[in-house]
C-alpha cells in the first residue's frame, strides 16, 4: 500500500507549480505510507529528484515544497511491502543515461514476479540499487526503451505481458507523464483536471479535491494514458491477453479499510460503502446492544451504518490519540496493554453497566482488538460483543498489502468460536463473503483473495 | 495553554522509570502543546534535563525515552502563549547552584503580573534567559529561599500572595515534586496514584488513564501538595487571602474547547458536558435540518448531543486529514480555502440538496468556519446552519489561552446577524451565557471572563 | 586558553559588516580554542547571538557568516578550561533585561576566585547558566549596573577590585564595545584599527593582519578602553591597587607556545622570540647533532634558531598530519604509540645512523614525547638527543591555561636524568628559568609561576 | 586525484579490525581528497558500505569506525574530478544482486574514455546512478563477470584493453580484495604487511606507516595482485598490449606536489625529489637573496634544498592557517586579497628591506602566487624573486589531476616574462623539463604531458 500522484499542467509544457501541487495531492493520501515521500520534477530539459524518509510535512514543509520548481511533477508516499526501512526503497526512481532520455517512476502494488524479472534483468547487465519493485519497473522499461528501441508504449506494454500484478504506475519522461495500470486493475489511479486544465493523476480522488480538480474516470486496466496537446490520450491493452481470468482483480479491501472515507475507489464511494457494510451487518443481528462503538477511526462510518440500521445509539466511546508514532516507546512492563493504551482510551464511566457492541472492520491477527475488549470490559461494560466489517482473513495478500503469513493470520488457524474466546468477546461475528459480494457493485471484477485463496494469478515460488 | 505531568514513586526515592512514564504522560496531553517538549528528572542527588522544540514522538522516540535515568520526573509540552517560538522558552526551566540546592519547574498558565514581577527581580540582580512564565516562577522561588532564606513551602506562599493567576506547576527538588496552583485555580491539576504506589500530578486525568494510575482528586487552589513517607501531604493557603472575589475562576473553556474529551476537568466529564452543550442548544431549537455535522474533532461531542436531542442523523460528513503539520505550505493562489482544504474534506455527494446543521464548539475570528460553509455549499448543501457550543467570545484572555486581541475578535466587533452574514450562514445560533451556566457544576467558580469581560483580576497596563 | 575579537567601526554606529569582520579575526585565532565558537552583534538596539560547538569554519560557513548583521561584533573561540564541554559553556553570554540595557560578553582567561564570587552572588539572587567564567563578570557586572546604579565604567572598576587575575575582555553594549584588561595582564588583549576607520579588539595581532587593521597599542593592565566620537577613550585603573607584587603579570608561555608565530604578543614579535630561545639553547651545547628536527608546527622556530645557531642542518623531517581530529580513533592494540603515529610521521630512510637532536617547546607529561623519541630510533636515528625550550614546568597554572595537576607534571616528580631516562632520549636539556629571562624584555613584568611557583596572587581553597 | 586503501588480514577470512585499519590509512591519505570518504567491507558473506561527504575525522569519528565491523576492507578519499560534488558521486560503490556474487570498489585515477565505455554499456542495459569512473569501472566489471560469465580475473583483462587511463584500483568480493593498476602506471598503488600478516593496499606508503605495515612492492602496471592462502598472488599482463608507446606513463607531478613528503612515490622518496628539485633550480642562480621562503606547506622542501644548496638562510615567512576551510567565506570588499589573507600570513617586520626569493612547486592560473607576491612586497620585502619547482605547465591533464582548461592555464596563453610582469615579480624562474627529467630516476617511464603535450593516449572528442 503507497500512494502515487502526478501533476501535468495541459497545454504543453508551462509552469505552474507543479511540484507544490505534488505536494499537496500527496498529503491528501499520506494515509497510505508515512514511511518516506518524495517528487521528481520535469523542467523540459532535465528530471531533478528530492525524496526523504518522513512524513510529507516534515520532508517537504513550507519552503521546500515552494523550492520545487518544474513543469511536470509526480510524487509518492511509501507504506514498506517489499524492501527494507531505507532511503534506497523511497521512490520515485529516477533513471540517467549519459545522452538520452530520462525517467522517474512512482508506483504503488507489488509485482508477483519480482524475483524472476529481476533475475533475468541481471542476466542482461541491468543492476539494481533497491529492493524496490518501482526500480524494477523503470528499468525494465529503461532496458527495453534504451537497449531495444522500443518504444516507450512498446515497452510499458512489454511490462503489461510480463510482470503479474500489481501496479499503478506513473511515468514521468522530460516532456510527458504515463500513467498505467495492470491489466488486473488490482491498485486504484483516477484521473482529474482542474478548471485551469491542469490534469492529476491520483491514487485516490480526495487528491483530487484538495486541488480543486474534478474526477474525470479511473485509467483503465491494461490502459496507459498520458496528456498530449492538452488533451487525454489513451492506449488500451486487451487486458484478456495477461491475465487468467477474464476479469479484474481490484481490491476490495481498498474499500472497506486503506482508501480515506471521503475517496471515491472502483465506483464507490467509500463511506457510502462502509455505511452499508454496517447496514448489512445489522440485518440479521440478535443481539441488541445499549451502545455501538467503532474502532475510530477506520471503522467509523461501519460503525455508524451498524448503529443507523439497528436504531441503537452510536457512540465515540473510545478516543484515539492522533499524536502516536509509528514506533512509540515500549513503556514500563507494569502497564499492560500499553500500545493500545497509548492509542485509545475510554471515555470515563461511559460504558458502566452497558452492553457494548464494538464494530471493526476486519481482524488479522486479532492482539490489538484482544486489548481492546479488555479495555473496555475494565472500564465497566457488562457485555462487548465484536462484529467485523469484512470476512475471516484466510490468505496472505501478495498483490501490495503488507500481510503476515498464513500462519499469523488468525482467521487461518481458529474457529470463529476459538477467535471469540481468544478476543474474551461474548459474540463475534464477520460479515460473509456472500454478504461482502451483495454490496460490491459488479462484484465479479474484485479480488477475494484474502478470504477465499481464489488469487488471480497463479502464484509459483513466492516468498 | 500548556500540560504538565509528574510522576513520583513513593516508599521514598527508588528508581521506577519515571522519566519513561512522564513522557508517556506527556504523550497523553500533547494536544496542550506541539511547539517543544521537555522532561526534568532528579536521582537523588542532581537534576538533570532534556528538552527540544518538537512533538513528544520526535523528541522522545523509543531509545530516548529508555535513557531518561531518574527517580523523580517532571514533563511538559508547550503550546506557546508568552514568549516567542524559541527553545529558550521550552519547560521545563532548571536552577542550578554552585553548592546549594537545584531546582526544575514546569507550569501551565500565564502570569498577568509578569512584568511587574521580573523587573522587581532584575532590580535585586535576578536576571532572565527567557521571557517565559516558567522561569519567573522558578527564579522568584529560588530567590525567596536561597537569596532570602525562605523554606520551599514558604517561597511557594510567596508566589501565591505576589503572583496574579494563572498557574498549575510542578516544582522538582532533587528528593521531591511539589505540586501547586494558583488560588483561582484557573488551569486544572489532577492527582492520580498506581496500583504499584506511584503518585501522579497531570493537567488532565486522560494522563492517568495511560499510566493505569486511579484519579484520587484535583490539587486544589491555593495548595500545596508532595508525596513523603508515600503518603500525600498538603499545605493550604486560604485562597480569598489572595484574590478579588471570593471564589475560584475555573476556565470553563477548558470543557468546552482544550481538553480532551475522555478527560475529567473541574469535575465534569468533558464528553458528558459537551454532550450536554449540545442537547441545550437543540432545546430550542426551529430548524429541523436534514443531517448535523459537526466540525471534527472538537465538536463531535457536541454535535452528538445535539443530533440525539434533535432526533435527527448525526454524520461525520466532514473527514480531517490528522497528517496536517501546524505551518504547512501556502499552495498556488489558484487554489482557494487552502487552509481549509488541506484540513478538512466533505464526503463526495452526501450534501446533495440537504438542509446541514454545524456545529462547532466556538467562533474566535470566524475565518474558518466562513470556508468550512463555503465548503459545504458548494459540495451541494442547500442550506447551512451554524450552531455554536459556546456564547459569543467577546474578551482577550490573559491566564493562559492564546486569544488574539479584541479587534481580531469577530463577536466583540459584530452583531449575530452580521456575523451570520459573514459566514454566508443560513441561521447562527450561539449558545447563551445563561444556558453555559445552567450546565456547568457550581458555576459561580468559573471564569467567564471573555465571555463577559468579568475577569477574576484587575488587569493594569496589561499588553 | 581562549581567543576573543571586537569589531567596532568609528564614526559612530554604522552597518560596516561587523559580523564578517569578527568572524575573520576568530578565523585567524582559531588555534586559542577550536571547542566552540561565537559571536555577539548590536545594531544600535538589540543584541543578537549566534553560538555552536565546531570550528569556526563550521559554524560560520560562508552563508551563516553573510546573515550576521550588526554595527557592532564580539566574538570568541573557546578551548574549555572551566567548565564541561557544552554549548551552555560557550562564549559570548549575553544578559537581556525586560527594559533596561542588554549586554555580551566574551573573556579569555581564568578566574582565580570564581567560587566565591559566584556564592557571593547567588547569596544575592544572581543564578547561572553555566560554570563558566564569562558569564560570572558578565552577570557580575550587569548586577552593580542594573541593581546597585553603578555606571558601567564603575562596574568594570569593581571587576578589577574583586576579580583575581585572569581576564581580557569584550563587553557589548547596544551602542559600544569595551575592552579590558585584569590589573596583573596575564593573557593579551591588543588594539588596531583599518584605514577606513574600523577599531579592532583581538587577542593577537594576526587578528589583526588578516582584516588590514594596523597595531595600534596593547590594552594596559587595569584599562577599559572604548570608542567614542571615532576615538579610542580609555580608563586607566592603578593596577597596584588589586594586586599583590607591583608588576605585571604577563604568561610567559603565550611567548612559548601559545600565540601564532605571526604575531606580536606582550612586544615581543612571537617568531624572533622563539627563534631567540633556540639561539640561547645552542650557546653552550655540547653535542654536535647530524640534523636538528623540531616537533612541528609549535616548535619550528625554536628548532630554526638552534640549528642556525650551531651552524647545523635544520631539517623538518617529522611530518605533521593536519587533518586529525582532536578525538580521534584508538585503533587496535596491536598498533602501537598510536596517537603520535597519527599526528606524526618520520620522512622515510632520513634519519639512518644520524645523531639527531630534537627539539620541542616544553615538557608536560612527556608522553608523547617518549613516543616520538621512540618514533625516530625505529626509524634508524642513532642518538636522539633532546632540548627543550623552557625550564621544567613543576607548577600548574590557575589563570587560563589547561595544565594538569602536579602529581601529572613530570618534572615536578622526576630529575632531569629520571626524564630523560623515561623519554630513552641520549642527552636531555631544558632552557634554564635564568636563560628564558635573558630572552624576555622586561623581563618582570611577567608570570613564570608554571616553573617556579611564585604565583602573583595567593591561592586559596583552589579546585 | 583520490587516495585509496584496502586491508586484507592474510591468513584467510578472519576478523582483524580491518574497517579500522582502512580508516586509519584512509587518515593518512586524507590530503588527496576531502570531499567524501567511505569504507566497504566484507564479513565473508555480505558487503557493507558506509560513505558520507567530509573529512573521514568527520564520517569515522572514534565511536563510528569501532562500528565498522568485517574481515576485509576497502577504502577511498575523494577529490572531485568527473563529476559532481555529490554524495552519489562518492566512492566506493558497491554491486548488488538478487543471488549471485557482490562487489564494492575503490578507485583513483581518471578514465579518458569514460563516455564512450558507458555508451557502450548503456546501450547493453546497464545503467547508471552517478557520473563517477568507480561505478563505471565496478559495472563494467560486473556485466562482464555476471552476464557474460567471465571469471574476475577475466572482467578486469577487459578492463585493462578497453579503458583508457588512469585507473588504480581495489575490487572487493565478499571474501578477496583484488588491487590493479592501469598498464600505463598513471597513479600510484603499493603493497604493503605487516608483522601480524595482514596485507595492506594503499595510493601512498604514508598509509603503510600508519598501519605499521613494512612496504614490499609497488602494483605494477598491468598487473592484478590478491591474497590467496596467505600468500600475495599476482596476474600480470602484457602492459605493451594496450598502450601505444612502450613505456609507463606514470605522474611526475605525484612527486612535485600530490603526495605527501613522507611517502615514497614511483620508486622516489618524495620529500628527498623535492630536495633535489631545490638543489636544481639553484645550481645556475644568479640572484642571492637575503632569504628563501617557500610557500607552505607544499614548497617546504623545494625550498629546503634550494637554500641549502645556495648557502643562504631558510625561512618559514609565510605562516600557514591550517584550519582554514576549503570554501570559506567572502569577506567584504575592502579586504583585498582575502582568500590568500586567510590562508597565509607574514612574519611581522621579518622582510624589512629583504631580498627574498619565493618558492613555489607550480603555476596553474597564477592568481594566488599573483597575491603572495603583493603580500610580501606590502609587508617590507625589497625585492621578491619567484622560482617555480616545475616547468611551464601548458597543457590539461586528463588523467586524474584536476587541471583547468589550457585557456585557463596561464603559462599557455602568456611569456615567461608576461608571467614575471603579471606577478609583480623582479624575476621569475622555472625548473625546465631537461632539468626535471635529470632528476628523475628512469624518466622515461613518466608522464610530462601537462609541460609538454605529449599525451601516452591518443585524445579522441574529450571534454
Redesign the interface.
Known amino acids: 500500500m503507497c500512494g502515487i500522484i502526478g501533476v501535468n499542467p495541459s497545454g504543453g509544457i508551462q509552469r ?2 507543479a511540484g ?2 505534488a ?2 495531492g500527496l ?2 493520501i ?2 497510505r505510507g ?1 514511511e518516506s515521500c518524495g517528487v521528481a520534477l520535469s523542467d523540459g530539459n532535465k528530471i531533478i529528484l528530492r525524496k526523504e524518509m518522513g ?4 520532508v ?3 519552503n521546500e ?2 523550492k520545487l520548481d518544474g513543469k511536470l511533477a509526480i510524487g509518492h508516499v511509501r507504506y514498506p511491502t517489499k524492501g527494507k526501512s531505507d532511503i534506497k526503497n523511497a521512490q520515485p526512481h529516477v ?6 532520455p530520462c525517467f522517474a517512476l512512482a508506483s504503488n502494488g507489488d509485482i508477483v514476479n519480482y ?1 524472476n524479472l ?2 533475468e ?9 533497491s529492493d524496490n519493485d518501482g526500480e524494477l519497473i523503470l ?1 525494465y522499461i ?2 527495453w526503451h ?2 531495444k528501441n522500443y518504444s516507450i508504449i512498446g515497452a510499458i506494454k512489454r511490462v503489461m505481458a510480463n510482470f503479474q500484478a500489481s501496479y499503478s504506475s506513473l511515468l514521468l519522461t522530460k516532456d510527458r507523464i504515463y500513467a498505467f495500470r495492470d491489466p488486473f486493475g488490482n491498485r486504484p489511479l483516477v484521473i482529474g483536471k ?1 478548471d ?1 486544465g491542469t490534469f492529476v493523476f491520483a491514487s485516490e ?2 487528491s483530487l ?4 480538480a474534478h474526477f474525470i474516470r479511473e485509467v483503465r486496466p491494461g490502459e496507459i494514458v498520458w496528456v498530449q496537446d492538452g488533451q487525454l490520450q489513451s492506449h488500451q491493452e486487451n487486458p484478456d491477453m495477461y491475465r487468467l481470468h477474464h476479469h479484474n482483480a481490484q481490491c476490495v479491501f481498498e474499500m472497506i479499510y486503506f482508501s ?5 475507489v472502483f465506483g464507490h ?1 467509500v ?2 460503502f462502509r455505511e452499508r457494510i454496517g447496514s448489512k451487518l445489522a440485518e440479521n443481528e440478535t443481539i441488541k446492544p445499549d451502545i455501538v462503538i467503532p474502532v475510530p477511526d477506520s471503522s ?2 461501519i460503525g ?1 451504518g451498524y448503529a ?1 440500521k439497528l436504531g441503537v ?4 466511546g473510545l ?1 484515539r ?5 509509528r ?6 512492563q ?3 496493554d500499553e500500545g493500545v ?2 492509542k485509545f ?6 460504558l458502566n453497566d452497558k452492553i457494548v457492541t464494538l464494530v471493526d472492520d476486519s481482524i488479522v491477527r486479532g492482539t490489538t482488538l484482544k486489548k481492546i475488549v479488555r479495555l473496555l470490559k475494565k472500564n465497566g461494560a457488562k457485555e462487548v460483543h465484536v462484529r467485523i466489517g469484512s470476512p475471516m482473513i484466510k490468505y496472505s495478500c501478495y498483490y501490495g498489502i503488507d500481510t503476515p503469513t498464513r500462519e499469523e493470520l488468525i482467521a487461518s488457524q481458529k474457529s470463529i468460536e476459538d477467535i471469540r474466546a481468544f478476543l474474551d468477546a461474548d459474540s463475534l461475528r464477520y460479515l460473509t463473503l456472500e454478504e461482502l459480494k451483495n454490496i460490491v457493485t459488479q462484484n465479479e471484477e474484485f479480488c477475494y483473495a484474502c478470504f477465499d485463496g481464489i488469487y488471480p494469478i497463479r502464484l509459483y515460488n513466492q516468498v
Open positions: 505552474y507549480d507544490q501541487c505536494v499537496l498529503f491528501a499520506q494515509h508515512q512524513l510529507v510535512k516534515e517537504f514543509p513550507d515544497a515552494q533513471l540517467t543515461t549519459l545522452h538520452g524475483k529481476r533475475e534483468l541481471e542476466k542482461e547487465g541491468v543492476f539494481f540499487e528499468k529503461g532496458f534504451i537497449t482542474t485551469e480522488t480526495c479535491d484538495i486541488l480543486d480515506r472515507p471521503d475517496s471515491i464511494k463511506y457510502d467509523n462510518f455508524l443507523k445509539e452510536f457512540d465515540l478516543i490519540n492522533h499524536y502516536i508514532g514506533t512509540f516507546i515500549k513503556p514500563a507494569t502497564f499492560r493504551r497509548q482510551n475510554v471515555l470515563p464511566e461511559y
